[in-house]
């Protein structure tokens, strides 16, 4: 059971929107950076969003991050079949003894 | 671009001890920290521990003592070790960089599936 709170699942149509929610506490989301993750099985996890908002090099603007006390939300516009992945979001959780990395237990997408 | 291979044994005995290593090429070891992260069959990932290049390190407090993490900079490669395994460290082992821990894992390996069975 993971700290950080995610939808299992979320859907929508191409070129639609979607949002997905990650929920926290004020050891973690509340005064930590937010950091967002694209994986689909076999591969390398992507780093979509760190740092709350901001996107590496590469990441198109689809693709948007925002944190609120404490909890994030990624938003996906123009949805494409492409983004059918698994999505988690990540931050350091100063609860845990002397500190450590958590993440969401992921939030399936699928493109209708 | 950096680039992050994972390597060691696919199978390992329970109650033994897990042995990787992550090979760094492309850019150097001697920046940044380097983390283990794992995904168990149809779970989500959990975060396993860091070594930064100088060689301290952090791991998650659920393994309690069973981590070790090092890092020789010498071949730009970092290691895990987790000893008295049983099945349910059955995992996808990831290897993954990080600027500063807990601000985003910007580089990672392609993971190794590592069982965890007599």
């Known amino acids: 059971q993971s700290v950080l709170t995610q939808p299992p699942s979320v859907s929508a149509a191409p070129g639609q929107k979607v949002t997905i929610s990650c929920s926290g506490n004020?050891?973690?989301?509340?005064?930590?950076?937010v950091s967002w993750y694209q994986h689909s099985p076999g591969t390398a996890p992507k780093l979509l969003i760190y740092?709350?908002?901001k996107r590496p090099s590469g990441i198109p603007d689809r693709f948007s991050g925002s944190k609120s006390g404490t909890s994030a939300t990624l938003g996906i516009t123009g949805l494409q079949t492409a983004d059918e992945a698994d999505y988690y979001c990540?931050?350091?959780?100063?609860?845990?003894?002397?500190?450590?990395?958590?993440f969401g237990g992921g939030t399936t997408l699928t493109v209708l | 671009q950096v680039q992050l291979q994972e390597s060691g044994p696919g199978l390992v005995r329970p109650s033994e001890t897990l042995s990787l290593t992550c090979t760094v090429s492309?850019?150097?070891?001697?920046?940044?920290?380097w983390s283990w992260i794992r995904q168990p069959p149809g779970e989500g990932l959990e975060w396993i521990g860091y070594?930064?290049?100088?060689?301290?390190?952090r791991h998650n407090p659920s393994l309690k003592s069973r981590v070790t993490i090092s890092v020789d900079t010498s071949k730009d490669q970092f290691s895990l070790k987790l000893n008295s395994v049983t099945a349910a460290d059955t995992a996808v082992y990831f290897c993954?960089?990080?600027?500063?821990?807990?601000?985003?894992?910007?580089?990672w390996g392609q993971g190794t599936l590592v069982t965890v069975s007599s």
């Open positions: 993954a960089r990080h600027r500063t821990p807990g601000r985003g894992f910007d580089s």
């Open positions: 492309r850019d150097s070891i001697s920046r940044f920290y």
């Open positions: 070594v930064y290049y100088t060689g301290n390190t």
């Open positions: 004020t050891s973690n989301i509340g005064n930590n950076f």
């Open positions: 740092d709350n908002n």
């Open positions: 990540g931050t350091w959780d100063s609860g845990l003894s002397a500190g450590g990395v958590i």
